[in-house]
């Protein structure tokens, strides 16, 4: 399956059009619902990298300490969703889909061991789209837009 075949169904905008930084496919979304009744409100932060790859991690609420230098991209399934600031600055043209595949999570994450496991998936927002994303708050109250850090 192609990226684009996976991401077809996945909602790429708000209801005014406004582009989501970080949305998911409705099998994702699915597994996000059994996640969240098995144990609780949970939070996603992506991965940068070392012992879990580029994973989207998804932990308990409580379980994972946002930080000062962390961004909120958004919500999927009612679940925030963060990633490091200097990771946006990389990642800042990209909208994120969040995928579930068939193997291994991350070693602390919630879909470790369930024989699934949450992808990132991604595309390059054009030009009209980069025009009409909303600015992004840090936790320490920031604000980040796509021109902040070029």
Not at 63 to 86: N, Q, T, Y
Not at 119 to 144: K, M, Q, W, Y
């Amino acid at each position: 399956m192609t990226d684009d075949e996976a991401i077809g169904d996945a909602l790429l905008a708000a209801p005014d059009g406004t582009p989501l930084r970080v949305t998911a496919t409705p099998a994702a979304l699915a597994f996000l619902a059994e996640l969240v009744a098995r144990h609780g409100p949970v939070l996603f932060h992506q991965s940068g990298g070392c012992c879990d790859g580029s994973a989207p991690m998804c932990w308990p609420e409580g379980d994972f300490v946002v930080g000062d230098e962390d961004i909120r991209l958004g919500e999927i399934g009612g679940a925030p969703f963060h990633m490091s600031r200097a990771q946006f600055d990389y990642w800042k043209h990209t909208q994120l889909i969040i995928d579930v595949i068939p193997g291994m999570g991350g070693m602390f994450s919630l879909d470790n061991g369930t024989g699934r496991r949450f992808l990132t998936r991604s595309r390059l927002f054009d030009d009209a789209e980069l025009a009409r994303l909303s600015p992004l708050r840090g936790s320490g109250g920031r604000v980040r837009t796509n021109s902040s850090a070029s």
